[in-house]
C-alpha cells in the first residue's frame, strides 16, 4: 500500500523539505541523556510535518533511536567550526537547511554567518524562531540564493568579503547535486575564498546506489522530490580536482568521529555490509 505523501509547509519542497526531517532528528537526539549536542530549538522548526518525515524515511534495517549517522556528523562538524573559526572569520553555511548554530554555539568576537539557502526555507525558519527564546550569538546574515544559480552576487551583497578568510561548511547537501553541480559549486566556494579559508563537507559512497537494502530508502527519497544523485568513492581525489587541499577525511565510526555512538563491530570501511558516508575537512592551497 502507498504511504499518504508528507505534505512541508509554507512553499518548501524538493531538498528544503529534508531540512525539516534533519531538524526532526537533532530534536531526537537533544531528547538522548547521552546526546552528543543539544539543539533546543530543532524541535519547533521541525513541526509535525518533519516528524513525519524522519518517520517516512526510517527504514526496517535502521535502529529504533535511527541512524547514528546524523548524530555523529552534526557533532562532528561542530567541532571542526569550534577548531578553526577565529574573531573576525565569515562563516558561510552553504546549504543551511534548519541550522541552528548561530543561535546555539559560542563564536568568537567579530565573526560573521552567512545562511546561504533558498528563501521559502530561511523565511520558515525566522517564523518559526520568532516564537522562541532564540537570540544570534554573532552577527548572523540570512541570504536567499539558488545554490545552482549565481549566489555570489546575493552574498556578496549582504556583506561577504572575498579576500577575507572564509570557513565554509556544508552538510547533507553534496549529494542532492548532480556531480557537475557539485563540482561547480566547489570551485565557485574557492573563487571567493580569502587566503587561508577552510572547508568541510559530507559526501557518500556509491555504494549507496548498489546495495539492495537501500533501495527502499532512496525511493522514497525520489518519491518525495529530494533523491540522492551523487556519490565518490574518491572522496578527497574529488574536493582535490576543485582546486581544495584535503585536511582529514574520515569516517563515522573512525578515531575522532565514532563519539561513542557508532555501533560495535560495525567496521566503516566494510563497503559489503555498510554504505560509505565520508567527512572531510580542507583548505585553500598554498
Known amino acids: 500500500m502507498k504511504e499518504t505523501p508528507v505534505v512541508p ?35 519547533r522548526l521541525a513541526g509535525p510535518e518533519g516528524v513525519l518525515l524522519l518517520d517516512h524515511f526510517h527504514t526496517s534495517r535502521a535502529a529504533p533511536e535511527g541512524n547514528p549517522f546524523l548524530p555523529i556528523r552534526t557533532r562532528w562538524f561542530d567541532a571542526f567550526l569550534r577548531s578553526c573559526v577565529g574573531p573576525g572569520d565569515q562563516v558561510v553555511a552553504v546549504g543551511s537547511g534548519l541550522d541552528t548554530r548561530a543561535y546555539r554555539m559560542d563564536w568568537p568576537e567579530d565573526v560573521v554567518l ?18 522562541t527564546p532564540a537570540r544570534a550569538r554573532c552577527s548572523h546574515r540570512p541570504v536567499p540564493a539558488d545554490l545552482t544559480g549565481r549566489w555570489e552576487h546575493a552574498l556578496l551583497g549582504a556583506g561577504f568579503d572575498p579576500v577575507r578568510r572564509t570557513v565554509w561548511f556544508a552538510e547533507g547537501l553534496l549529494f542532492y547535486l548532480p556531480e557537475e553541480a557539485a563540482r561547480d559549486l566547489l570551485e565557485r566556494l574557492l573563487a571567493v575564498s580569502g587566503p587561508g579559508s577552510r572547508l568541510a563537507a559530507d559526501l557518500i ?82
Open 205 to 286: 559512497g556509491t555504494g549507496v546506489f548498489r546495495l539492495p537494502y537501500t533501495r527502499p530508502f532512496l525511493r522514497r527519497l525520489a518519491e518525495a522530490g529530494c533523491p540522492w544523485l551523487f556519490g565518490t568513492d574518491d572522496p578527497a581525489g574529488f574536493v582535490t580536482s576543485c582546486g581544495w587541499q584535503v585536511d582529514e577525511l574520515t569516517e563515522p565510526g573512525r578515531p575522532g568521529a565514532q563519539f561513542g555512538r557508532w555501533p560495535q563491530g560495525a567496521s566503516p570501511g566494510n563497503i559489503s555490509l555498510l554504505p560509505r558516508s565520508y567527512l572531510l575537512s580542507a583548505s585553500t592551497s598554498a
Open 9 to 43: 509547509p509554507g512553499g518548501i519542497t524538493g531538498v528544503a523539505s529534508t531540512a525539516l526531517w534533519t531538524a526532526a532528528a537533532r530534536a531526537r537526539e537533544t531528547r538522548r541523556p547521552d546526546r552528543l549536542f543539544a539543539d533546543p530549538f530543532a524541535d
Open 114 to 131: 552567512f545562511e546561504l539557502d533558498q528563501e521559502p526555507l530561511l523565511s520558515y525558519k525566522r517564523d518559526r524562531l520568532r516564537q
